[in-house]
Nanobody, 128 residues
Framework: QLQLVESGGGLVQPGGSLRLSCTASGFTSDYYAIGWFRQAPGKGREGVGCLSSGYGYRNYGDSVKGRFTISRDNAKNTVYLQMNSLQPEDTAVYYC?????WGRGDTCDTWVASYNFWGQGTQVTVSS
């Protein structure tokens, strides 16, 4: 069973940075996508970005483009979300999620319904 564990959340001042980690275990497929999502109080879950394992394709939501970056360390089975220039509207619980892909060239998306494995979430609060 695939398991995902997020870490790295916390309190940061506006303009600051945080790096979230998503460590995976139990993969049974050679190809997969890791998505990052967030959910603010009273709002639906929003796609932040994703990474596909084959050629490293990345896709970002419009609200975070140019500020957030997804990277990976294959040796540690970990995907990172580097968040820069954080603003109060970035405050949310951040989740990583995974789904199986079928080929090396498959890309990823940030649709919540596409993903069937989820981590427990980590709180990010941006406040002065």
């Amino acid at each position: 069973q695939l398991q995902l564990v997020e870490s790295g959340g916390g309190l940061v001042q506006p303009g600051g940075s945080l790096r979230l980690s998503c460590t995976a275990s139990g993969f049974t497929s050679d190809y997969y996508a890791i998505g990052w999502f967030r959910q603010a109080p009273g709002k639906g879950r929003e796609g932040v970005g994703c990474l596909s394992s084959g050629y490293g394709y990345r896709n970002y939501g419009d609200s975070v483009k140019g500020r957030f970056t997804i990277s990976r360390d294959n040796a540690k089975n970990t995907v990172y979300l580097q968040m820069n220039s954080l603003q109060p509207e970035d405050t949310a619980v951040y989740y990583c999620a995974a789904r199986q892909l079928w080929g090396r060239g498959d890309t990823c998306d940030t649709w919540v319904a596409s993903y069937n494995f989820w981590g427990q979430g980590t709180q990010v609060t941006v406040s002065s």
